[in-house]
């Protein structure tokens, strides 16, 4: 059928539904022909384009080459980040992959190869194999970036709003007053999630903002591909959404019990109520704080002198003992 196809290649019948820039000649066969025998037209006779990789070239953007290149093995280029204008160019032959794609790659670290095992263990991607991981992350459009300790981390890329994983370091949730006050709202450490609750709002900056607290490394997925599964309908996909929604109640439950903490009346009661907390999460008498002084001052909303000065008071007093971040509930 191949031979057929070349032999009809300047064919005056209909033209090949997605354009002659992408396969160079003409559809050989008529809108009648059997679906077995057709070689084109996707949308038109309800099966795959035939044409051979060749035809295609690396830039065809028609939905089986797009779909290969999700579901059936992603190469080291990623077109989804060019723009219309970009891919035109590209399969023009007027430009390069790599100069236009140049400053994406400076910007971000797309996943391949062996860096997706240390993704497996997330709880994000719980019940996903690995196999399959690939495929999903260049579904969810995700790339990585690393943070110095300070940098604010922004969750919209190109308009669209994306929701970050952290992989390395702690990120911390912060909400300044006119008068630059900040207070510490909440923290997430290593495999948790944040910037979800800000998924269908692009002014989340205005309400907080996200700062690594140490030098960081954070995984990015955009939220609506996130939340919407594709024509694909795979089942990874599902299980990632399931995922996303016992995180979100997980994050849930971390602000229920700030609440609960700053409620108490005294500083005494905010201190000992955090540090049992923690003990309970952690099973033990002997508990690891993640938190400097003057972030745990800030998560208590509290003066940093004055929580020194009671938590000298309690040691004192042997309720409780402490070596750095390192500390023993006693009673």
């Given at each position: ?193 944040f910037g979800e609750t800000f998924g269908n709002n692009t002014a989340a900056g205005e309400y907080v903002s ?49 609440i609960e903490v700053t409620s108490r009346s005294s500083l005494r009661e905010k201190i000992l109520a955090y ?50 971040n390192t500390f023993i509930l006693k009673q």
């Open positions: 059928m191949g031979q057929e196809i070349k032999e009809k290649k300047n064919s005056t019948e209909e033209s090949c539904q997605y354009g002659e820039g992408y396969h160079e000649h003409s559809c050989a066969c008529s809108g009648g022909t059997e679906e077995s025998t057709c070689g084109y037209g996707f949308d038109s006779h309800g099966h795959s384009c035939g044409c051979s990789e060749e035809d295609h070239g690396e830039g065809c953007t028609c939905p089986d080459c797009e779909e290969k290149r999700t579901h059936q093995g992603i190469g080291d280029k990623d077109f989804s980040v060019l723009s219309g204008k970009e891919r035109e160019a590209l399969q023009r032959g007027e430009v390069s992959f790599t100069s236009v794609h140049s400053r994406e790659q400076e910007k971000k670290k797309h996943l391949k190869g062996d860096e997706l095992l240390r993704y497996r263990d997330l709880e994000i991607f719980n019940g996903v194999e690995t196999e399959n991981l690939n495929a999903l992350l260049y579904c969810m459009k995700s790339y990585v970036r690393s943070y110095k300790k300070g940098e604010i981390v922004h969750l919209e890329e190109k308009n669209e709003q994306h929701v970050g994983v952290v992989l390395q370091g702690s990120i911390h949730m912060l909400k300044t007053d006119v008068w630059g006050n900040e207070t510490l709202l909440t923290y997430m450490n290593e495999g948790e999630i996200f700062v690594a607290a140490s030098k960081a490394e954070v995984l990015f997925i955009s939220f609506q591909k996130a939340i919407h599964v594709c024509k694909n309908r795979c089942a990874f996909h599902f299980r990632l959404i399931e995922n996303l929604f016992d995180l979100i109640g997980k994050k849930n439950i971390q602000l229920m019990e700030k540090l049992s907390l923690q003990a309970q999460k952690q099973k033990s008498k002997y508990i690891e704080l993640g938190l400097s002084r003057t972030d745990m001052a800030q998560f208590l909303c509290t003066n940093r002198s004055a929580m020194t000065r009671e938590l000298s008071q309690l040691k004192d007093e042997g309720i409780i003992d402490f070596d750095r």
